[in-house]
């Protein structure tokens, strides 16, 4: 389904479905669609992972080749270490009675990980930093899951965003509006995950706001669009509507979204005034419009809202970013990768890195759980560079094979857009034999390799 008519699919499947299997409180229900869309997955993806190496991914076949489900306590790592980060900041800054392990327990964020003791340089670059955290309001976060897949990464930042929203005072009705208008935001380039994802986020708006459904409302949750299947000449009869520099400006965007579906939420979109386009393509809906127009406007209108969220910057990205090696890619998407990410052109996933690190505001949270092989292969040294030169790691949880339910190792590394060259982050260690039983109850785990560091120290290693 799509949001020209969700809320009547919506409201179909709560009145035919008991409400108990909405109730997230039981826990689950959030995991069972993503498992769900993997399982519907498996033979698409087994398909394309079939092919012979020497065949290139295109457009759907990426997504097939390389949704990978987060599990959830992943999950509440990335976003509490991140988001919740960035939040209890705040609190320190702004009147720091209580420490951040105090602040944590409040709000009952069971991976939340403190701070290590930091030398007194280092104190004095946090200081500085952080003073604009100071009067950073709650309404005004900016969140995105540039690869958001079934939802699980949105579904679970909301139920920490209505924490905040609570402990600032608001009620569940009027946070759970504000969250979905003003704080989350996610793209895919599956039109299938985007429908889950906007099902996923849409119920858990409505396990705290009852009525929420009873309002069309436009969540900030879309599918890449791809126009090229488009001829710019069919856009005449709408081009002719409009003012020069509107016709520009989408001319432009026409062209920057012609391998939507295969470049994703690597794309890179410049700042436009998307609000005055948005306004003079409604204002069209005031006259005759004949049937030839009306798809045309829809699809302007699709194009500028992914536009905008991709020219946006943000507080915090989180994403489980697609695994695909530059072997795999095709022709134009390997040209694209070398002319616009020359330092990570060796895989998806660390273009995501190089692309969403820097869409962060300053002093902002981007956290992806990735494959570990960024931190060692020579093909990534110019990458790392850049990392050690332009951000600070703030967390890195390295995880051993199968942790993720994939045979190979994997990293979340939580980057802070800012560099502070005397800060210690934080490193530890998960083992094989730390999920086979269950799911570790707190991090990090006693035993295994944990080091709080200052990341100059990598400088040292040839």
């Known amino acids: 389904f799509t949001p020209n008519y969700h809320v009547g699919v919506i409201q179909h499947l709560i009145n035919d479905i008991d409400e108990a299997d909405f109730d997230v409180t039981r826990g689950g229900q959030v ?146 509006e504000l969250i979905i208008t003003n704080n989350l935001s996610g793209l895919d380039i599956d039109m299938r995950a985007f429908q889950l994802s906007y099902f ?73 005034n998307f609000e005055m386009i948005l306004s003079e393509l409604d204002g069209l809906n005031e006259h005759q419009l004949s049937f030839e127009l009306i798809p045309l406007i829809e699809k302007s209108k699709e194009i500028i809202k992914a536009a905008k969220l991709l020219a946006q910057p943000y507080h915090v990205v989180i994403t489980n970013p697609p695994y695909m090696g530059s072997s795999r890619m095709s022709p134009a998407l390997a040209k694209f990768a070398k002319e616009v990410y020359p330092n990570s052109k060796s895989d998806l996933f660390s273009m995501f890195m190089e692309r969403w690190g820097s869409a962060t505001l300053s002093g902002g949270y981007s956290c992806m759980v990735t494959m570990q092989s960024w931190m060692f292969l020579s093909s990534f040294e110019k990458m790392r560079k850049n990392i050690l030169t332009k951000y600070t790691i703030s967390n890195l949880m390295h995880m051993e094979n199968n942790v993720m339910g994939i045979a190979f190792g994997t990293a979340v590394t939580i980057l802070r857009n800012t560099l502070l060259p005397d800060f210690s982050g934080t490193y530890h260690q998960i083992k094989t034999t730390d999920v086979t039983k269950g799911i570790p109850a707190v991090v990090p785990i006693t035993g295994n390799r944990f080091n709080r560091t200052n990341q100059a120290n990598f400088k040292k290693i040839p």
């Open 200 to 272: 996923s986020v849409m119920m858990k708006a409505r396990q705290y706001n009852r009525r929420i459904l009873s309002v069309n409302h436009s969540i900030n949750v879309f599918s890449i669009p791809d126009t090229s299947d488009l001829a710019i000449e069919s856009f005449n009869v709408l081009f002719e509507q409009l003012t020069e520099k509107t016709v520009a400006i989408l001319k432009e965007l026409l062209a920057i979204f012609v391998h939507g579906s295969e470049f994703g939420s690597l794309l890179k979109v410049g700042q436009y």
């Open 31 to 176: 995991e069972i669609i993503g498992w769900l869309y993997q399982y519907y997955n498996t033979e698409p993806k087994e398909v394309a992972i079939s092919q012979p190496k020497s065949h290139k991914f295109r457009n759907n076949e990426i997504a097939s080749a390389t949704q990978i489900f987060t599990p959830d306590w992943i999950v509440k790592y990335m976003v509490q270490n991140s988001l919740g980060k960035l939040w209890i900041r705040h609190i320190v800054a702004k009147n720091g009675s209580l420490s951040e392990k105090q602040l944590a327990e409040q709000f009952q964020w069971q991976y939340y990980m403190e701070d290590g003791p930091q030398p007194k340089e280092a104190i004095v670059e946090i200081t500085s930093t952080e003073n604009s955290l100071e009067d950073l309001n709650i309404q005004d976060i900016k969140f995105i899951d540039p690869a958001m897949g079934s939802g699980h990464i949105l579904v679970y930042a909301f139920d920490v965003l209505m924490d905040i929203y609570i402990s600032e005072g608001f009620s569940k009705r009027e946070a759970t």
